[in-house]
């Protein structure tokens, strides 16, 4: 059971949870939001939250470890010239841009650098993104 799930079935907003548990509630949105991997959190934070919630450590890491949790932290954490490519990609989805073909071309590039040259991101991290950003839109665009 995911930590949000635990927070609805007993009534209780994060901010009450951090509260109690003395974790901050940026680090506890972001353990919530996937942007934060549960699995890198330190052993007194999943103790704190274990505690708050009157559940099991291991109850807490759980669900929290299931694909679209990691998934979603794929999108998080990028280096700085990936993420900004990123966004002006996704920007240029949203508002129909007639340069979403150099910003393409700009996205895969940036995620072959990270991957092949820096080494920021694995290759299971750059596949996400490709198969997400690239590869999924022009699947659509072909149907």
Same mark, same amino acid.
């Given at each position: +059971? ?5 927070? #609805?079935?007993?009534? +209780?907003?994060? &901010? ?6 003395? $974790?901050?509630?940026? #680090?506890?949105?972001?353990?919530? /939001? ?7 959190? !330190?052993?007194?934070?999943? &103790?704190?939250?274990? =505690?708050?919630?009157? $559940? /099991? +450590?291991?109850? $807490? ?12 932290? &794929? ?6 010239? !990936?993420? =900004?490519?990123?966004?002006? &990609? ?6 129909? /841009? #007639?340069? !979403? ?8 590039? /940036? ?17 996400? !993104? ?6 999924? =839109? ?6």
């Amino acid at each position: +059971m995911s930590i949000n799930e635990i927070l #609805t079935e007993n009534g +209780m907003t994060k &901010y009450r949870l951090a509260k109690l548990s003395g $974790v901050p509630h940026a #680090t506890l949105n972001d353990i919530c /939001s996937g942007k934060t991997c549960i699995e890198k959190c !330190l052993g007194k934070t999943l &103790y704190k939250l274990s =505690k708050a919630l009157s $559940v /099991s +450590m291991e109850s $807490v890491t759980d669900e929290q470890s299931t694909e679209s949790s990691i998934a979603r932290s &794929y999108e998080y954490g990028l280096p700085a010239y !990936l993420q =900004k490519d990123l966004d002006a &990609y996704k920007d240029a989805l949203e508002n129909g /841009s #007639t340069l !979403l073909d150099c910003l393409w071309g700009e996205l895969y590039a /940036s995620i072959n650098i990270a991957e092949i040259n820096d080494g920021f991101i694995t290759p299971a991290h750059a596949d996400y !993104l490709r198969q997400k950003f690239l590869w999924g =839109k022009s699947e659509q665009d072909n149907n």
